[in-house]
């Protein structure tokens, strides 16, 4: 089957268009014209100016003509969440507070971008201030799984995996608190990539919870993950939590052939799991060992615990990260107001949807006095013992695998007013934002109701080159990529 | 019943560096509304903070100063409560890990009169922590206005713990702190320019207890006579209370200075529950032996000391001192010019009276600084010499400084430009003395008489004739030998 | 642990949230909820065990004192949903 322009890989593109088979204005008008065609029915965009992008893409044209290509992504569109800043776009992290902010800064991803000659294409869909794992709590819209319209494309970067899984975008950036971009890319049936925290600057990303935060690619393939990784990773001196480390060459890592020694926790295959990810993840595990890496029963004695503390330290950051949309300086103003108290009341509440109220009075109270030992306090210590049984594993094995979501994509509506049936949804993906890893999501297949699945790996700090290349291997061995949702 | 006043200061000063605390926009006082903000201290979404090295090395100088205890490790936390000054929502300060622990600063309480040095005595510090500053507010009828120049501009919280008993104290204490502050180049401390701004903890007790009463705490005592004042207003205040069997109410309380009195502030804040927690986006910083040790070597003497040591070494007169000595750069000037001519005293005198005069004269708006005066430490000693080598008089002298002042030039340029050296030659002075000696016989008389000051009528003359060159040690043996002879 | 008695009047006061007699309702059961799930923690020993704040602490991560460039009061004010003077407008403060 021919694959169509907008299927294409990011690396299969940036071939083309080296050959000069290929122009960046017919690549991004192939997928406006997608965009286009589907759009209403997924709702992956916030919005996205298609004579931006082509003037864009006609620039990077002129460079490559000129022989000044600055790059594999030269010319290739790159979708972007919408709670990254970018300078003259609005910035609205899917939230009426924000709705008409225009950022007049770049995030320093943005600015990495841009160097490297993407195309900034559209704003993508979330859920408000990157809080839910269905998209379904976005201000503006909803955003359907491409694979089942009828389901969530997962959250909360949705708007990133439905974008890059119905081809409306080759390669997106998504945000990962706690899951947000390895669900997703789960659910929508692609690669998704949590670098370890700080690998990627946070600076231009709108904070949610800032010890766990990080910015990752999103891909058809782990190829156009390690290329986009490369682009965005190293250090930024505007973000204190950014690691001065040397980035390596994700594209060269990808060569690594193994064996690896993979652990199996325990804890991640026991109640919860549904029947159909268990055997297509046990099958992905038996693929490995059938390639002659090892594989190795392990146990993450304080996995259980990784939802609580979480629910108890992001919600405790964000109700202070969000303090600062208080209708004064940007955000939205309520102005049937008395005083300046009144309008931080009536702002807020007009403002934040229910799930942001709700995590925001859930992390008001963990740090309000008397309660701050018995929550926040001893969330921090229990998240060093998370940390520290991982540190304990990787002396044993190289990477941890596991599935990356308990069910494949779920309907919409069916979580949206149980909180904790819907954090229970992160529960395989909260350790590695508690403990700072890398980890990343790689389809295995399809449910019986052709539902993508996909794994999750977890790597030591700074080891994304060894999660692609035993991603990629895997993936070299499945065509999953080819496989794409019927729109 | 007899009542003592308790007093705790808690004093916010601007650290003074080029940037603000968390992000690389210029900070400085008065430049136009919000010119002086980026993304960070405008607090946009996705803006995160990055330590200014130069903040933390001058808190911990501050912490040498006064002998405290300085952290090993400092964390940030962060302090929540909204405010429309407060660009991010929380205020990034320090809670449980001050940079400064313990310490005490010395203070100089008034004398019994003002050439007389009162008590020194020390005031215990709590702490004091590294924090951002907030915006300025600008109320008007209905609305208020918002300027985030000062939003993010280093601050140093101190707090001491309750030493003091009176206004007065408390007032010493300010200028004491300043005076330390301005001398280590740490801040300028100018209250006017909201640089230091003070809050007061105030209670009261019966005399001779020791138990502390309920506190109030004193907002708003942002000028000098505003510590004064407000401090007195409230220690009067609480004792009325107390004398006409009314509690005292734990409270924050509002200096109105132009009311003259506090007033209860029933902020709508339901209680200060400031879920204080550490800042994710910032990192600890750690202070080496080395570090310390560096910052250590970069503080000046200070102004006591130097206080003690001028009144001993150049045993100058506490007039002279106190005017000296508060002053970093007058009393380096003082020295310079005294390494090249050793004679302190005619030197001191010349800065504190002559020197101070003319640069008071000079500013448009205050003193004209003296980093901008063209006199130098050199042309004060040169003065000086030519005085003390009996070429110029002091009456010459005052002249000369004056044309020093506005010229630059050297004393002795000046006066072999205009020939005002002294005349010393005996026979002119005879001829002249005989000539005032016989016109003026009744001072003359009186001083045959046994009047020794009836000369100086006659020695006046002289020095009017000669136009005030005379030597007038030498025109003094010369009518003196003319009159008794 | 604490006992999970709160107030959800308390909490949005302090974080400035006018909710809605609906809301402070529905938010209350599904925060009891979740306090009760947190419970877990408490049978966990952390005696000693140091609490993480970072994911990977660097110390001194501190920017030498050069100032750089600055917003205009156009770039601030851009954004503001009131403005007068070059400067923000917001109703008046009460102390
Ligand atoms: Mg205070
Ligand atoms: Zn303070």
Not at chain 1, 402 to 412: E, I
Not at chain 2, 406 to 417: F, P
Request: hydrophobic share 35%; with cysteine.
């Amino acid at each position: 089957m021919r694959c169509e322009l907008f299927f294409k890989t990011a690396s299969e593109l940036s071939s083309l268009l080296d050959s000069g088979e290929l122009r960046s204005v017919e690549l991004m008008q192939s997928i406006i014209d997608r965009t286009q065609a589907i759009e209403s029915r997924v709702g992956a965009f916030i919005d996205f100016d298609a004579d931006e992008a082509l003037r864009e893409a006609s620039e990077s044209d002129k460079r490559r003509e000129s022989g000044e290509a600055r790059g594999p992504l030269d010319g290739i569109p790159v979708g972007i969440k919408n709670i990254l800043a970018i300078r003259g776009r609005k910035l609205t992290c899917a939230s009426k507070i924000l709705e008409d902010f225009v950022s007049p800064y770049d995030a320093t991803t943005v600015t990495k971008l841009r160097e490297a000659g993407a195309i900034l294409w559209g704003s993508l869909n979330m859920d408000e201030f990157a809080m839910g794992s269905s998209t379904e709590h976005s201000a503006f819209k909803q955003t359907a799984n491409p694979w089942n319209l009828d389901c969530t494309p997962g959250g909360s970067s949705g708007g990133s995996g439905a974008a890059v899984a119905s081809g409306q975008a080759p390669v997106a950036l998504g945000t990962d608190t706690g899951g947000s971009i390895r669900q997703p890319a789960s659910l929508c049936g692609i690669v998704g990539l949590k670098p370890t925290y700080g690998r990627v600057s946070r600076y231009g990303l709108a904070a949610f919870a800032s010890s766990l935060d990080q910015i990752g690619p999103m891909a058809r393939s782990v190829e156009d993950a390690a290329l986009l990784l490369q682009v965005i990773a190293g250090h930024d001196h505007y973000d204190s939590t950014s690691l001065d480390k040397p980035v390596p060459n994700y594209r060269d890592a990808l060569k690594a052939k193994g064996p690896w020694k993979l652990g199996v926790p325990k804890e991640y295959f026991g109640e919860g799991l549904s029947d159909e990810v268990r055997a297509k993840v046990e099958q992905a595990i038996a693929y490995y060992k059938s390639e002659g890496c090892e594989i190795v029963d392990i146990s993450l004695p304080h996995a259980d615990l990784a939802v609580p503390v979480y629910y108890i330290i992001a919600p405790a950051e964000a109700s202070s990260n969000l303090a600062r949309y208080d209708g004064v300086r940007y955000t939205k103003r309520s102005f049937k107001t008395r005083d300046a108290i009144d309008m931080f009341f009536k702002s807020r509440e007009e403002g934040f949807g229910q799930e942001v109220k709700r995590r925001i009075i859930l992390g008001t109270h963990v740090l309000s006095s008397g309660y701050y030992d018995a929550y926040y306090l001893r969330a921090q210590k229990v998240r060093s013992l998370i940390r520290h049984d991982f540190m304990q594993a990787f002396n044993e094995v190289d990477a941890v695998i596991t599935p990356t979501a308990p069910t494949p994509a779920f309907k919409r509506g069916e979580k949206t007013d149980d909180p904790l049936l819907m954090y229970l949804n992160d529960i395989y993906t909260i350790s590695a934002n508690l403990a700072g890893l890398p980890a990343i999501s790689v389809p295995c297949g399809l449910s019986s109701d052709n539902l993508p699945i996909g794994f999750q790996l977890m790597g030591k700090p700074l080891e994304e080159g060894s999660l692609l290349a035993i991603a990629h291997h895997f993936e070299q061995a499945h065509d999953f990529k080819s496989m794409h949702p019927s729109l | 019943m007899k009542y003592e006043a308790v007093i705790g200061l808690e004093v916010h000063v601007q650290l003074k560096t080029k940037s603000k605390m968390f992000t690389r926009a210029p900070y400085y006082y008065g430049a136009p509304p919000n010119t002086l903000t980026d993304p960070v201290v405008l607090g946009l979404p996705g803006t995160l903070p990055v330590m200014n090295k130069e903040a933390v090395h001058k808190s911990a100088k501050v912490g040498l100063i006064f002998g405290s205890q300085i952290a090993e490790v400092c964390k940030w936390d962060r302090k929540n409560y909204f405010y429309p000054d407060s660009p991010k929502g929380y205020q990034i300060s320090q809670f449980d890990q001050p940079i400064c622990i313990g310490g005490a600063v010395e203070i100089e309480l008034p004398g019994p009169s003002r050439n007389v040095m009162g008590e020194h005595r020390s005031v215990r510090l709590t702490r004091a922590h590294l924090e951002e500053d907030v915006g300025k507010l600008t109320h008007g009828l209905g609305e208020s206005l918002v300027d985030f120049n000062r939003a993010g501009a280093p601050l140093l919280e101190i707090v001491t713990e309750p030493d003091m008993h009176t206004s007065e104290e408390a007032f010493a204490f300010l200028t004491s702190l300043r005076m330390h502050m301005v001398y280590a180049g740490i801040s300028d401390c100018d209250m006017e320019k909201g640089q230091m701004r003070c809050d007061a903890n105030v209670s009261i007790r019966p005399a001779g207890t020791m138990e502390l009463g309920t506190k109030v705490e004193i907002k708003n005592l942002n000028t000098i006579s505003g510590v004064r004042n407000g401090i007195d207003y409230e220690i009067k205040r609480q004792i009325r209370c107390i004398e006409e069997g009314e509690a005292i109410v734990q409270e924050t309380r509002r200096w109105d200075a132009e009311k003259s009195r506090t007033t209860s502030m029933r902020s709508k804040e339901m209680s200060h529950d400031y879920r204080y927690f550490p800042d994710p986006d910032l990192m600890p910083v750690k202070l080496s032996k080395e570090t310390v040790e560096g910052l250590r070597s970069e503080l000046p003497e200070f102004p006591y000391d130097k206080q003690r040591r001028f009144l001993e070494q150049y045993s100058l007169p506490f007039t002279i001192t106190s005017v000296l000595c508060p002053d970093r750069e007058l009393s380096d000037y003082f020295e310079a010019a005294v390494a090249i001519y050793n004679n302190a005293k005619s030197i001191a005198n010349l800065i504190a009276n002559d020197l101070l005069r003319e640069l008071a004269e000079a500013g448009s708006h205050g003193s004209l600084p003296l980093s901008e005066c063209k006199v130098k430490p050199e042309h004060i000693a040169g003065l000086v010499k030519l005085i003390d080598e009996g070429i110029i008089s002091k009456q010459i002298a005052q002249d000369v400084f004056i044309q020093m002042f506005k010229t630059g030039h050297a004393a002795d340029v000046i006066v072999r430009e205009q020939g005002l050296e002294q005349t010393s030659d005996t026979s002119e002075l005879e001829a002249l003395c005989r000539d005032i000696i016989t016109n003026n016989p009744k001072p003359v008389e009186e001083f045959k008489g046994g009047n020794e000051k009836a000369i100086n009528a006659l020695k006046g003359q002289v020095m009017k004739r000669t136009q005030g060159k005379a030597n007038p040690k030498v025109v003094d043996d010369v009518l003196k030998s003319l009159i008794l002879n | 642990m604490t006992d999970e008695t709160f107030n959800i009047n308390y909490l949005a006061q302090l974080a400035r949230l006018e909710l809605t007699d609906e809301e402070k309702q529905h938010f209350s059961s599904q925060l009891g909820d979740t306090l009760e799930y947190f419970k877990r923690l408490e049978a966990i020993d952390v005696e000693g065990v140091e609490p993480m704040a970072h994911a990977f602490p660097i110390y001194n991560v501190l920017q030498e004192d050069v100032p750089s460039s600055t917003f205009s009061a156009e770039e601030v004010l851009a954004n503001a949903p009131k403005s007068s003077e070059n400067q923000i407008v917001v109703p008046k403060v009460v102390e």
